[in-house]
């Protein structure tokens, strides 16, 4: 499936592009961490009805990291430079967190490139502060002043970022300032702009992303829709992928 994936560089970042297929074009997009390969479930569903435009996005797969400022507003113009290279007018997109992320902002703001959305745990909202939440800041806090005291208060910081970052920050690595960037940004004035019918999926069990946040923003976007996988957690479509190529299949065609 991936045997046909080239390298587009628009604006000079090398990028990774998957396009295959025939048929309405739609637009694959992985979560934080993650690359072409990651959708291979949604990628085979759709194969044989569609043309299949996926991408590693910047800082991941095989892509080139972006500039440190990035945040989803760029990642957003960045997709849609590569749907003009390659042509594509207007598309389905599908995406997994950070990728659905990114395809619901740009349904927000460039609304001609959007037909349908199909979103699984998109981020975009922001969580009231809980009392462990405000705990874990003014750990980072005191960390962060620990660490101009010399070695010694270096080496307790870093044994407070251990226990208080998620996992994704401590894997960030040069991808750190843009991971900070997106979790601190709430997409919700930009939700009612979205035109796009949206299908919202979501694990019960999604520790990432609450099912709250789907909640929300399925009342918040137009004409969206949330269907709630019973058991699962952030990974929805890998934890079973034959149910949402079904429904993937049935609310695209």
Not at 5 to 24: I, M
Request: with cysteine.
């Amino acid at each position: 499936m991936t045997s046909s994936s080239f390298f587009l560089a628009p604006e000079g970042h090398r990028t990774r592009v998957l396009d295959s297929g025939v048929g309405h074009p739609v637009v694959v997009l992985h979560g934080w961490g993650g690359r072409i390969e990651s959708m291979t479930p949604v990628l085979t569903c759709l194969a044989p009805a569609f043309r299949i435009v996926a991408i590693d996005l910047p800082g991941f797969g095989e892509s080139a990291a972006p500039p440190p400022e990035w945040g989803t507003s760029e990642y957003a113009v960045h997709v849609c430079e590569i749907l003009d290279e390659l042509e594509v007018e207007r598309a389905h997109f599908v995406g997994h967190s950070f990728g659905a992320r990114t395809s619901m902002y740009i349904a927000a703001t460039e609304p001609s490139y959007v037909n349908r959305l199909i979103l699984q745990a998109p981020s975009g909202l922001r969580s009231p502060p809980t009392m462990k939440g405000r705990l874990k800041k003014a750990a980072s806090k005191g960390g962060r002043l620990a660490g101009r005291l010399g070695p010694a208060g270096r080496r307790f910081k870093q044994s407070i970022y251990e226990r208080v970052a998620s996992q994704d920050y401590q894997e960030a690595g040069a991808l750190r300032p843009v991971l900070v960037r997106v979790v601190n940004e709430d997409l919700s004035r930009s939700l009612p702009a979205v035109e796009s019918s949206t299908l919202l999926i979501w694990g019960s069990e999604d520790d990432a992303v609450p099912v709250a946040h789907g909640r929300r923003m399925e009342d918040l976007i137009p004409d969206a829709g949330l269907i709630i996988f019973e058991g699962a957690g952030h990974f929805a479509y890998l934890e079973e992928p034959d149910r949402f190529c079904r429904i993937t299949r049935h609310f695209l065609d």
